[in-house]
């Protein structure tokens, strides 16, 4: 299953031909590119496996209960107007769609068994914590955002041991000027999704953190929000806690 705004969008090579979000779906006559064009069964994107394994796939996860109404908020005035996002579609929360392909790139021993910072930590092909199997694989990389903001350094430093990339606590500064260019173009495209970043020069722990209670949070979307935005915040969220308990779940621990 692909987001429904790409529903009328051609089917790419390597995958299922019949469906796209239910509906429909056309197909290239001719192959666009040098990778074969049958369906490959159990990939659940429009990239063949010949693709995939060409990237060191890692995972950044985040609650839903603070991604959601973070991204409800771009599509919806003022912002709507910067980011010319316009309208919000709970099915593309995408948390479904990654713990798809989090499990086949497990399930084609592209990632794992070992969990990258869990103390060597194995998995069997249904998620339970296993003592023995292949390590001649990718490790499983998962970081959880809330873990980042509480321990930037550590986390950072978990993640570059398990990629293969040489750590430095400059990594957690950019206040240079050229730090910045090179943000603005990165981030060009997509103006007001990432101003809280854009205008930041380092990351360090935060101070304070605080779980609200669903009546505490129900209640500061329905300020911001009105009673449809947050019943539509709710639903999404609800919906797809799940799916992040389940990816949470191989989060590096520090």
Known sequence: MIAPSLAKIKRGVGT??????????????EALYPFQTDAEPNNPTVVPEAILKQFHCTFLIRHPRSSVPSYYRCTVQ???????????????????????????????????????????????????????????????????AD?????????????????????????????????????????????????????????????????KSDEEQNTEWLAKFGETGAKIIRETVDANIPHYEYLKQFAIKV
């Not at 299922?16 to 006559?29: I, K, P, R």
């Not at 981030?187 to 854009?198: I, L, R, Y």
């Not at 380092?202 to 605080?210: D, I, N, S």
């Open 16 to 29: 299922d031909a019949e469906l796209v979000n239910g509906s429909t779906a056309s197909v290239a006559s």
């Open 78 to 144: 003022p912002l709507a107007e910067v980011t010319g996002f316009y309208n919000f579609m709970p099915k593309e929360a995408g948390y479904d769609e990654l713990r798809r392909l989090f499990d086949y790139l497990r399930l084609v021993g592209q990632i794992g068994p070992k969990i990258a910072g869990q103390n060597g930590v194995k998995t069997t092909a249904n998620g339970e914590p296993q003592t023995n199997g292949r390590t001649d694989h990718v490790e499983i990389c998962v970081i959880d």
């Open 147 to 211: 873990d980042l903001l509480d321990h930037p350094a550590e986390i950072v430093e978990a993640y570059c041991k398990s990629t293969g990339i040489e750590y430095s606590p400059g990594m957690l500064k950019w206040n240079t000027e050229e730090d910045h260019r090179q943000a603005r173009a990165a981030f060009e495209k997509w103006t007001g999704f990432h101003d809280d970043a854009m205008d930041s020069s380092e990351l360090k722990p935060r101070l304070h953190r605080k779980v």
